[in-house]
């Protein structure tokens, strides 16, 4: 009884992680969650969300030009979304494209439109391409 009881709780565990290797840990999303919440209300709104990706914009900035290129986004934005983060095609997106691409994102991972991203929508594999562009 109890060696099927551990089997069973395996599957459950195993099983979606293998599904979708892109989604974040439960763990993981609730230390980012607690992390960007900053007002504490248990869920990110998109201030929060465009406050953590300024500060990471500024941080991945090294050189200081104002924009960040493939080089020093180092893969954060997926290749099939560049036409979308980078609506001017220069190869390089200015924070007011990122905040912008980010509040795409964003919308992607609102599954319900109540305008805030809570634990359970963080760990989608959209969250974990948020959480990219936060971090
Ligand atoms: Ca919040
Ligand atoms: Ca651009
Ligand atoms: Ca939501």
């Known amino acids: 009884m109890a060696i099927l009881t551990v ?9 979606p992680a293998l599904l979708a290797t892109t989604s974040v840990s439960p763990a993981f999303a609730a230390s980012a969650l607690s992390a960007l919440d900053t007002d504490k209300d248990g869920t990110v709104d998109l201030t ?15 050189d200081k030009d104002g924009t960040l290129d493939r080089k020093e986004l180092k893969g954060r934005i997926p290749e099939k979304d560049w036409a979308v983060a980078d609506p001017d095609n220069d190869k390089t997106i200015t924070k007011d494209e990122y905040l912008s691409y980010v509040e795409d994102v964003f919308k992607r991972v609102d599954k319900d439109n109540d305008g805030t991203i809570d634990a359970k929508e963080l760990r989608s594999p959209a969250g974990h391409e948020l959480l990219l562009l936060l971090r």
């Not at 089997?7 to 099983?15: I, K, M, Q, R």
């Not at 929060?48 to 090294?62: M, P, T, V, Y």
């Open 7 to 15: 089997a069973s709780l395996g599957t459950v565990c195993l099983g």
């Open 48 to 62: 929060e969300a465009k406050a953590a990706a300024s500060a990471l914009f500024d941080k991945l900035d090294k």
